[in-house]
């Protein structure tokens, strides 16, 4: 069952913002929000992860809406490198940390 | 260093074999896991693993088995291989509750090919 829906493909300009949408309706109280990528022939990478409020760190910034059902991953200036598969999952903190990612959103930053 | 290093980076194998892929964390993490990314990109969690607890998928075969001779490594064990379990496989680590969260690092992938 596939808990977060996530466009496949998105395009973004090099040096502009990326904003990567999710939608997780059914996510839980007690439920984060985290957000990794995959860089081709390259393991995940974690990048950022929020319950409720905004987040933001050295890679990325994360905007929950209010009713948390959705949530956007902002890359404030995206460079070539960041082209990747990027996950949503919904995922509770303490569920022995078995993630389950869906199909992500193909990123391509083109120059 | 790497955080999460796994071995071998490729393996070309035949039907029926046994093989073992290595998987060595030095974060000091205290929960190992093993992920397999098929051709259609998809990764799935195999195990879940720390030393008081295994948690295996139930769509895993028994003919995946992990080994941790210690906290710091996860191997994994594959009997009887078959042309599916060609794939990526994944080996990774967090902290199981130190309130960061799900942060798992993940290591560089083992590509098994199966002939």
């Known amino acids: ?111 | 260093d790497t955080a999460v290093s796994q071995t071998p980076k490729y393996l070309v194998t035949q039907m029926g074999n046994d093989k073992s892929i290595k998987c060595e964390q030095n974060l000091g993490h205290d929960t190992m896991y093993w992920y397999k990314q098929d051709s259609k990109k998809f990764l799935k969690i195999m195990f879940s693993y720390n030393n008081k607890e295994l948690i295996i998928n139930e769509t895993v075969p028994n003919r995946f088995s992990p080994k941790s001779p210690d906290k710091a490594h996860l191997n994994l064990h594959i009997n009887s291989l078959e042309l599916g379990d060609s794939a990526v496989y994944f080996c990774a680590s967090s902290h199981r509750d130190d309130g960061s969260g799900n942060t798992i690092y993940f290591g560089e992938g083992s590509w098994l090919t199966v002939v």
């Open chain 1, 1 to 111: 069952d596939a808990k977060t829906t996530q466009p496949p493909s998105m395009d973004c300009a090099e040096g502009r913002a990326a904003n990567l949408p999710c939608n997780h309706s059914t996510i839980s109280g007690n439920e984060y929000v985290y957000w990794y990528r995959q860089i081709h022939s390259q393991g995940p990478q974690y990048i950022i992860h929020g319950l409720k409020n905004n987040e933001t760190n050295e890679m990325a910034s994360l905007i929950i809406t209010e009713d948390r059902k959705s949530s956007t991953l902002i890359l404030p200036h995206a460079t070539l490198r960041d082209t990747a598969v990027y996950y949503c999952i919904v995922s509770p903190h303490n569920a022995g940390n078995m993630l389950t990612f869906g199909g992500g959103t193909r990123l391509m930053v083109k120059p």
